[in-house]
């Protein structure tokens, strides 16, 4: 088999790119090692930047996002009892975000990608990537049928690495080539999704001396929400009730009462890492998304730098077998890791911020809460918050 453009994974970054390729004549396959319902079944990002918004238009899977999706004009900000609210429509001229969740925007993905009929392998064993420093590179993998296994390989000009953090791609580059930079957080993300109406119409983070809490949302009868807990902690030991005590226990008095707890439908823990590699291109092989970086959750940011990296490989990509030019290809990594390690930055300082750390005690809250009380009350430092929040434009500083 042959193609353009083989893309590994079939996460947000891969099926995006998917359907920008398709859109411009640009013939690709999807890999996948994992089945369509197993991907769907992960329950991740919530926050849309309008950028990011603004590309699955370009891709033609908005139409949904816009009928369902939430449109958040503000956070809160709690802190010693008190909820601040970051009014991030006024502080950026009018920005938002849109909370619609990851799952959502695979399965409008998925549906576009299988209405036009665009080639996807799910449940791939065994994929790995060749030749990617000439220019033929293929992609090995196997699938099971009725007739037993069977290797398939895949000849291409491009292969795009979108398989996350965990991903076989950035793997294959060697060790000499890449550069990687790393932190690790002592303390990860309990979440539970419940069938519940939010405890409030904007997002809430928390900061108590209990540690870290999110407030957030998947429809107004669906809400997300998380507990900073420990990196030893089990997803078994942590039954519903106990979940809701802790949360209740990390809010203002207000949101306590109006708090409605249920069943969860989903509960796991996800640890917290800040991660680069650079550069983002070996030859033919190109990183996007968690496969090049990972930030923690708490700027709502992996998602949306997925997205801006695959907008920044589409346009190159388009450029490269439409025009001739590897102008695009060539300015790839550079471009996007300027981008990446504006969030990357935000991410860390908010984390920084919002985090109980096991040793900084008494001091380290009483300085966040110094920088919470400055942050919700100086203009400029909420707009700066706001600014980073929404998001930067996507040739910002070009
Ligand atoms: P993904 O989603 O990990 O997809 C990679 C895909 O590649 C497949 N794969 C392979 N396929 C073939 N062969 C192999 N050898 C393969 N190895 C792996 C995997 O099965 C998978 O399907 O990466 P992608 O597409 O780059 O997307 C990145 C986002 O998923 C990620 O950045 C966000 O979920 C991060 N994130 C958030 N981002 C936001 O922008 N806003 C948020 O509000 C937000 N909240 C979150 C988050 C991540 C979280 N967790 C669990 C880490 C909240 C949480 C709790
Ligand atoms: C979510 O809804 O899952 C979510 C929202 C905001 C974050 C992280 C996760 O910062």
């Known amino acids: 088999m042959r193609t353009q453009v083989a893309i590994i994974g079939a996460g947000p970054s891969g099926l995006l790119l998917g359907q920008l390729l398709s859109r411009a004549g640009i013939a690709n396959v999807v890999i996948e090692r994992q089945s369509a319902e197993y991907v769907l079944g992960r329950i991740r990002a919530g926050v ?32 010693r009892g008190r909820r601040h609210r970051i009014d991030m429509h006024g502080l950026t001229g009018g920005k938002n975000v849109m909370v619609y969740g990851q799952t959502e925007v695979t399965r409008d993905l998925m549906d576009a990608r299988s209405a036009a009929g665009s080639p996807t392998v799910y449940s791939a064993a065994n994929v ?46 060697p060790r000499s080539a890449i550069t990687e ?107 996007a998304g968690d496969a090049a970086h990972i930030v923690p959750p708490t700027g709502a940011k992996g998602l949306n730098l997925a997205a801006t990296d695959v907008k920044y490989l589409s346009s190159a990509l388009i450029e490269f077998f439409q025009e001739h030019s590897s102008a695009g290809i060539d300015h790839y990594s550079e471009r996007c890791l300027r981008r990446v390690w504006k969030a990357e930055r935000f991410s860390w300082w908010f984390t920084s911020l919002m985090h109980r750390f096991p040793d900084t005690a008494g001091f380290g809250q009483k300085v966040q809460e110094a920088e919470l009380d400055y942050l919700v009350h100086s203009e400029a430092a909420s707009r700066s918050l706001a600014e980073n929040y929404v998001g930067l434009p996507l040739n910002f500083g070009e």
Not at 142 to 154: A, E, K, N, V
Not at 239 to 244: G, I, K, N, T, V
Not at 253 to 261: C, H, S
Not at 269 to 274: G, H, Q, T, V, W
Request: glycine share 8%.
């Open 48 to 79: 849309l930047e309008q950028v990011c918004v603004d590309l699955l238009d370009e891709a033609g899977v908005g139409a949904r996002m816009h009928r369902e999706g939430l449109v958040h004009g503000g956070f809160e900000m709690l802190f």
């Open 181 to 287: 930079y790393e932190k690790v957080y002592p303390f990860g993300w309990l979440g539970i999704l419940a069938d519940v109406p939010p405890v409030s119409h904007e997002l809430i983070y928390a900061n108590t001396e209990r540690g870290f809490a999110l407030c957030s949302m998947r429809s107004p009868t669906r809400s997300r929400y998380y507990v900073q807990c420990a990196l030893t902690d089990s997803v078994d030991a942590w039954s519903d009730e106990a979940f809701w005590k802790e949360l209740r226990s990390r809010l203002d008095p207000q949101a306590r009462e109006q708090l409605v707890t249920g069943p969860s439908i989903e509960k796991s823990i996800a640890p917290l890492r800040s991660f680069v590699a650079e550069p983002m291109r070996f030859g033919r092989l190109f990183l």
């Open 128 to 173: 790995a990537v060749h030749d990617f420093d000439t220019a033929q590179p293929y992609v090995t993998y196997d699938t099971d049928g009725p007739q037993g296994r069977q290797s398939h390989r895949l000849d291409c000009d491009i292969i795009a690495g979108c398989d996350g953090y965990h991903g076989v791609c950035r793997a294959s580059v």
